[in-house]
């Protein structure tokens, strides 16, 4: 738990005391808009003095003769536990996802003897501690692709490529004088829904975003609109988004497989190279980091979520030209790079999904009982819970608990307190 983030509340000394987290508090989220956050947890240690913790998180305090908060950490995360909270969890106006402490008093948890249950966390702890170390070189190893993508791109600008010239050889110029024409689609009036495979279709800006055309990513044009045929994208063609987001306008593809009847879109352009230009080099120096910041100083627009760039500012970006056999030697040796990281993408891909299966495989085998041996001279969690019952019986049936934020009216408009959230706890 990361207590660095953190805010000043408006509340007194007096009003903050009963919700300051403590050593061993284990705080739940009550509210998220995924369904996979909701109810996630975590326990808090060495915890900076005083930090309350929030109206959109439920504090949970084990009993300590009955759990350890440990146990309560490892078995949250599991498939057992997730499962129950994302089913009761309930949908709110603003469709957010919420659970109540009646959620969490209603959760089924196998509760072994706390002796049983130290032999548990320690053994977790060894597995996982080996488990979490290889899952982070191999998140290490996908942030990492991109990257890798990137620089063999920037060899296609800064000429070291085998069996080429050196930049020194290479004349510096504009995308103008390698484009012949650049040609743009229309906007139409489209369905919501993708088109069928006898109707038109007009592709998204998302099909130009990551890299590779993406010909699912478009929408039904409506029936009876009038198509211009000089609109539809072919195979080989080369295009790039005109109007996208900050980081992604100008993404370009060169077409691979296409369905029929798919049409450019007003926020598409397909360049046209000149004779002797070959696309398989031209769509590597668009794509590469040196021309990606050239676009993105030329974008124009106020709003981050759709930014422009012009034919005239895409017509005047500075690229180095080499020949055309150098051309085809660059585009060839990049494919094979590029076709080489994508190899390796894929091996790190299932590696990391095996390491989650593993993961939810040792907390099933934790908490079946399977993961370490079972001790009959342990004292079960039932006698336990009936002595506590009896000992509580015999002071009157008081039991501890911690303090909650009393009720009171509710106060003014005015008042700074009208802005406080109510506090939520739940103590096993």
Not at 98 to 113: C, E, G, K, N, V
Not at 162 to 177: A, C, E, I, V, Y
Not at 237 to 258: K, P, Q, W, Y
Request: with cysteine; glycine share 6%.
């Amino acid at each position: 738990m990361d207590f660095s983030d953190q805010k000043n509340g408006a509340w007194t000394k007096d009003q903050a005391t009963p919700f300051l987290v403590s050593d061993g508090d284990f705080l739940v989220s009550r509210g998220n808009g995924s369904r996979k956050l909701i109810g996630r947890g975590a326990l808090a240690r060495h915890v900076p003095s005083p930090v309350a913790f929030p109206s959109t998180m439920i504090r949970v305090r084990v009993h300590p003769e009955v759990m350890i908060s440990e146990y309560l950490t490892t078995i949250w995360e599991s498939l057992l536990v997730r499962h129950q909270i994302e089913k009761a969890a309930r949908t709110t106006v603003h469709r957010a996802y919420t659970i109540s402490h009646d959620t969490l008093a209603d959760i089924r948890l196998p509760l072994p003897p706390i002796t049983e249950q130290r032999r548990i966390v320690e053994k977790l702890q060894n597995h996982l501690t080996h488990l979490d170390s290889g899952q982070c070189s191999l998140q290490r190893g996908i942030s990492l692709i991109p990257e890798l993508r990137s620089a063999v791109r920037n060899t296609a600008i800064s000429g070291r490529v085998p069996s080429t010239s050196t930049l020194n050889h290479w004349r510096w110029g504009q995308l103008g004088d390698v484009i012949a024409r650049i040609e743009t689609g229309r906007s139409l009036p489209r369905e919501r829904r993708p088109a069928k495979e006898n109707e038109w279709g007009i592709i998204k800006a998302s099909a130009m975003t990551w890299g590779n055309f993406n010909n699912d990513e478009h929408k039904a044009v409506q029936a009876g609109t009038k198509i211009d045929p000089r609109h539809e994208i072919n195979q080989n063609d080369l295009l790039i988004s005109r109007a996208n987001t900050s980081t992604h306008v100008g993404a370009s593809v060169l077409v691979g497989e296409c369905r029929p009847r798919l049409l450019l879109s007003d926020k598409s352009l397909r360049l046209v190279p000149k004779e002797g230009i070959a696309k398989t080099w031209l769509i590597h120096i668009l794509s590469s980091p040196y021309v990606r910041r050239q676009i993105s100083s030329m974008a124009t627009g106020t709003l981050e979520s759709m930014r422009n760039i012009t034919q005239q500012n895409l017509m005047r970006i500075k690229i180095p030209i080499p020949s055309h056999e150098e051309q085809l030697v660059i585009g060839d040796a990049i494919k094979a790079q590029l076709k080489r990281i994508d190899h390796l993408a894929e091996h790190i891909e299932p590696l990391r999904l095996q390491s989650e299966h593993l993961r939810e495989s040792l907390l099933t085998r934790a908490f079946e009982g399977q993961l370490v041996r079972q001790n009959p001279a342990d004292e079960p969690v039932s006698a336990t819970l009936a002595r506590i019952r009896a000992e509580r019986e015999a002071q009157g049936g008081r039991r501890e608990s911690t303090p909650r934020r009393p009720r009171r009216p509710a106060p003014s408009s005015s008042s700074p307190l009208a802005r406080t959230a109510v506090q939520l706890e739940f103590e096993l």
